[in-house]
Nanobody, 116 residues
Framework: QVPLVESGGGLVPPGGSLRLACVPS????????MGWYRQAPGKQRELVAT???????NYADSVKGRFTISRDNAKNTVYLQMNSLKPEDTAVYYC??????????WGQGTQVTVSS
């Protein structure tokens, strides 16, 4: 069973918007930071954005000013609002959650395609 489930991906034209969501598939305790990563064809997985339980955020330079990460701690849910999408944002987007100090959980990924 995949511990995290992403939704909200799809096909959108350049300049468009999408909102990704990630929820646990079951009960998970002691989640610390949560975040989004992406992997484009032929490239390594890269960080997009992270957020701590206190709400501190970190973004890749390539998405600053266009993407916004947020979370609902009560629901262990994390969101990624993506605006002004570019073709280079095309990738599979993965949700990540850090349990305790060092255990990583991942989702199965959701495809985001930016194309006219």
């Amino acid at each position: 069973q995949v511990p995290l489930v992403e939704s909200g991906g799809g096909l959108v034209p350049p300049g468009g918007s999408l909102r990704l969501a990630c929820v646990p598939s079951g009960t998970i305790y002691n989640i610390n930071a949560m975040g989004w990563y992406r992997q484009a064809p032929g490239k390594q997985r890269e960080l997009v954005a992270t957020i701590t339980t206190g709400g501190s955020t970190n973004y890749a330079d390539s998405v600053k000013g266009r993407f916004t990460i947020s979370r609902d701690n009560a629901k262990n849910t994390v969101y990624l609002q993506m605006n002004s999408l570019k073709p280079e944002d095309t990738a599979v987007y993965y949700c990540n959650a850090v349990i305790g100090l060092s255990v990583d959980l991942w989702g199965q990924g959701t495809q985001v395609t930016v194309s006219s």
